[in-house]
Structures are given as structure tokens and as C-alpha cells.
């Protein structure tokens, strides 16, 4: 196991996350049990203590009003009445006595005693009812067994209030409980998601920027910067797959100076001999090794073509090997554009006859003479002229414009921005085609190594996929820049390029 690694990471956090949420469960589990527990007290106790105690006053009141009736009319049926409900008022009291503790005992034994008082009192008058003589009423009698009525029923309030008060308080502590339980749960909740959302942040951020990194790092490996590298500052697969990619960038290193090595080689040994059949060619074309016939005319000046096409190939694949190696060398001199425009097609006026395709050079306003390498920027034209050749049909048409841009205005859709602010205007050559056109997504990577536009079926020679990279390499080197747009509704595409022409000294 990797030390430090992603898995022992996300193990911990989740480890982390479960003893909270187990934290949090356990807490509520323990709080709802009491909360339980109380309210189990409060339906099995208090309310029905309660509802006793009201009983209790009902069934005294019965009794009482029972006992006048049968004082009054004599009839046994009220007599009976008011045996059932004492009878029910000593289960009832019974019952209280059970739910009650304390203090409320001693209330419950002073009711006894008084409701015992009021039997006796009631009974004395019933032995009463049935004598003959009328026996004038007892104001004394009548205020004992009123005092003795007001004695229980206060007795059997105080109970309830009592009763009343520890219910009340029971539901204050069951909100306080509830309040708090829920105080402590969202703390704990709250705690693990803040600690889930910290926690996934950085584990998170710890793999997206490597792999952001790694994502950087692939794109300048295929952009060619084989000596770009990744930083390494952790141990875990993350940092595994940034060394390996290291390793890696370096074998590539190694293979490209070796391909380098290699190209340069054969390609310097190839010169020799084409240079030679190059020679040889022009001399039986010129007639010196003796008469040639018509036929044989037509077969020299395809080898010739062929020779010159293989001798560009060559100094293309030199050109790479120059430009990857900072060698590349420049002799910059006064010079005007459109002589080197001018002669570049007088040397591809002959490809051009030959299917067909007019040139069409405008010239428009004088345009200066400025700094720049003669021979290397006939090479860019030649190579989008050839290009231009290339992909049109026959009876098409090759327009070059020169024209000069002021640096403000000039806002390429697909060049790199220059970096030589103190240029004041560029030259700016743009070479139209009515060829097949370049689809949008190869705009920019026509100018990379290697890099062609898929024409299959269209009859275009292949070529090395070279020159345009060489070409912006030229052209950058000079403080322009290249870049390639669509002609809009009409067939064919424009490569533009820029020339720096005036400066803004300070």
C-alpha cells in the first residue's frame, strides 16, 4: 500500500463522517428514550390522577344531591343512588392513591376522614327520615356537614392543582429536553457536513489540480515542449502517475534527439546524391552529353519535378531540424515584397499552367522596402503558393493582396498576439485560393508538425505536413504573425501573413 495514499484518505473521512452520524444517532436514541419515558409519567400518571380528582367532585356532588332527593321525597330508588356512588367514590379515591407520593398522601387520608364525616352526618339523618315525628332542622348540623363537603372538595382540588403543576412541568422539561436535543442534534450534523464539505474540498482540490497539472503538462508534450516537467510534492498515486509521466517525458526527450539525430543525418546524406542526379539531369536537359529526343525530354523534366520536389522535402525536414534545435540563422537586408512575390510565381508559374490556374497579383499602394530575410520569406510564400496549387481544381485562381495595417486595428481571428509592442504598422500578405478549403477545427492545426488537412478522394498530393509549421516559424521569428481564415460564401480559404513595417521610437 502506497504510503499516504488516496484510499487511506477516503477511508479516514468516511470513518470521520460515520463516528459523527453514529455520535448523532446514539445522542437522539438516548434523549428520545427519556423523552419517552416522561411521556409514558405524564399518560399513565398525571392525566389520569387528573381526571380521577374531577371524578371524584362529580361523584361527591352526585352523592350530595342524591341524599337531599331522598331526604326529601323518601324514595329508596335515590337511597340506592347514593350507596352506588360512594361505592365509586372510594374506588376512585382508592385509584388516586395509587398515582400520588408525598404530601398528597396525608390530603388523601384528611379526605377519608371528612368523607367518613359526612357518612356519618348523612347516615344519622337517613335513620331520621323514617320517623313519624318531624324533627326541625339543625342550623349547626346543616354548617358541620357543609364545612365538611367544603373540606373534601378543597382537599380533591388541591390534589388536582398539585397534579396540574407537575404536569405543567413535566412539558416544560419535555420542550426543554426536545429544544436541546435539537440544539446538540444540528451541531452534530452540522459539524459533519462541515467537516464532509472541508474534507472533500481538499481531497478533492488535492486530485483535481495534479490532474489539472497533468492535463497542462499533456498539452505542452503535444504541443512539443519535450523539456517541460511536473513538479512532484506527493507520495500517492497521484505523485506515482506525475513521476512516471516524468520518466516518460524524458524517454521521449531521449527518442526525439534521437530522431533528430537521425533525420539530420540521412537527410545531409541525401543531398549529395540528389544533388548529383540534379546535375546530371540538367546536363542531358541542356543537350551536352548529346541529342535527346521528345520523348526522353518529358521523362528528364519528370525527374527533375520529382528531384526538386524531393530536394524541398529535404530542406523542409532541415528547416525542422534547425528550428527545433535554435539554429536556424537569418539574413535580414532591406528588400521589397513584391519582388519576392513576383519571382516565387515565376518559379511556380510552370506547376500553375499546367492545371490551369491563373495567378492574380495586386499590387495596391506602394508599399516600402523593409528588414527581412530574402530567401526565407520567398520560402513562405512558395510554401502556401504550393499549397495554394495544390488544393485547386483546375480553372481556379490564386489572388495575393499586399496592403499595410496599422497595429491597433490589426486584431487577427487566429494569431498569437505579437509581442513587439513598439510596432507602429505591419505588412500584411494575404494569399486567396478557390481551392477545397480547410475545414474550421484544422485552422490551428495546420501550422503544427505533422500536421495535414484529410482530403481523401480529392486527388491532392501529400505532402510532408512541414511547411506551414516552418512558415509560422519564419514569420514569427520576423515579429509577425500567420494565420488562416475561410473566404466566407466563396469556395477556398486565405492564409494571411504580417511583416513588421514601422516603429514607434521613444
Known amino acids: 500500500m502506497i ?221 512539443g515542449d519535450l523539456d517541460y516537467r511536473i513538479a512532484v510534492s506527493s507520495t500517492d498515486e497521484i505523485g506515482t502517475l506525475g513521476t512516471a509521466f516524468n520518466q516518460m517525458c524524458n524517454r521521449l526527450k531521449e527518442l526525439d534527439l534521437l530522431k533528430s539525430e537521425f533525420i539530420s543525418s540521412i537527410s545531409h546524406n541525401l543531398k549529395t546524391p540528389l544533388t548529383a542526379i540534379r546535375e546530371a539531369n540538367e546536363l542531358m536537359l541542356d543537350k551536352i552529353a548529346g541529342q535527346v529526343s521528345e520523348p526522353q525530354i518529358k521523362l528528364l523534366n519528370i525527374i527533375k519535378e520529382s528531384t526538386h520536389r524531393l530536394t524541398l522535402m529535404i530542406n523542409d525536414i532541415l528547416d525542422i531540424s534547425r528550428v527545433e534545435a535554435g539554429l536556424m540563422r537569418y539574413n535580414f537586408q532591406y528588400s521589397n515584397i513584391h519582388d519576392i512575390i513576383r519571382k516565387s510565381i515565376g518559379e511556380l508559374r510552370f506547376l500553375a499552367e499546367r492545371k490551369n490556374i491563373s495567378f492574380q497579383h495586386i499590387n495596391g499602394t506602394s508599399i516600402p522596402e523593409i528588414s527581412l530575410d530574402h530567401d526565407k520569406i520567398a520560402q513562405v510564400i512558395d510554401n502556401i503558393f504550393s499549397n495554394a496549387i495544390k488544393f485547386t481544381p483546375s480553372g481556379g485562381t490564386v489572388t495575393i493582396k499586399v496592403k499595410e495595417v496599422n497595429a491597433r486595428s490589426f486584431s487577427p481571428g487566429h494569431g498569437e498576439k505579437n509581442q513587439m509592442n513598439n510596432v507602429h504598422s505591419f505588412i500584411q500578405v494575404s494569399i486567396s485560393d478557390t481551392g477545397i478549403g480547410i475545414p474550421v477545427e484544422y485552422h490551428e492545426k495546420v501550422f503544427d508538425k505533422f500536421q495535414q488537412v484529410d482530403n481523401k478522394g480529392k486527388g491532392c498530393t501529400k505532402g510532408t505536413g512541414l511547411g506551414l509549421f516552418i512558415a509560422k516559424q519564419i514569420v514569427f521569428d520576423h515579429g509577425g504573425e500567420i494565420w488562416v481564415e475561410n473566404n466566407g460564401e466563396q469556395k477556398g480559404t486565405t492564409f494571411h501573413f504580417t511583416l513588421p513595417l514601422k516603429y514607434n521610437y521613444t
Open 3 to 223: 504510503k499516504n495514499s488516496l484510499w487511506r484518505r477516503i477511508i479516514f473521512g468516511y470513518i470521520i463522517i460515520t463516528l459523527f452520524m453514529l455520535s448523532t444517532s446514539f445522542y437522539l436514541i438516548f434523549r428520545l428514550n427519556f423523552l419517552k419515558k416522561v411521556t409514558d409519567s405524564v399518560m399513565k400518571s398525571d392525566i389520569p390522577s387528573i381526571e380521577n380528582g374531577e371524578k371524584l367532585i362529580d361523584s361527591l356532588l352526585e352523592q350530595v344531591r342524591n341524599e337531599k332527593k331522598y331526604l326529601i321525597t323518601n324514595d329508596q330508588a335515590f337511597l340506592n343512588l347514593f350507596d352506588k356512588k360512594k361505592i365509586d367514590f372510594f374506588d376512585r379515591l382508592q385509584s388516586l392513591e395509587e398515582y400520588i407520593t408525598g404530601e398528597e398522601k396525608v390530603l388523601i387520608h384528611k379526605i377519608k376522614e371528612f368523607y367518613n364525616k359526612y357518612i356519618a352526618i348523612v347516615s344519622k339523618e337517613f335513620i331520621l327520615v323514617g320517623k313519624d315525628n318531624i324533627i326541625p332542622p339543625d342550623a349547626r348540623y346543616e354548617e358541620e356537614k357543609k364545612n365538611t363537603l367544603e373540606q373534601i372538595t378543597k382537599s380533591i382540588n388541591t390534589i388536582i392543582l398539585s397534579q396540574q403543576t407537575a404536569l405543567i412541568k413535566k412539558i416544560e422539561l419535555l420542550q426543554i429536553i426536545v429544544h436541546k436535543s435539537t440544539k446538540v442534534a444540528l451541531s452534530l450534523i452540522l459539524s459533519a457536513i462541515l467537516f464532509g464539505t472541508i474534507f472533500s474540498y481538499f481531497f478533492t482540490r488535492s486530485i483535481c489540480l495534479p490532474i489539472k497539472t497533468l492535463q497542462e503538462a499533456t498539452e505542452r508534450i503535444s504541443q
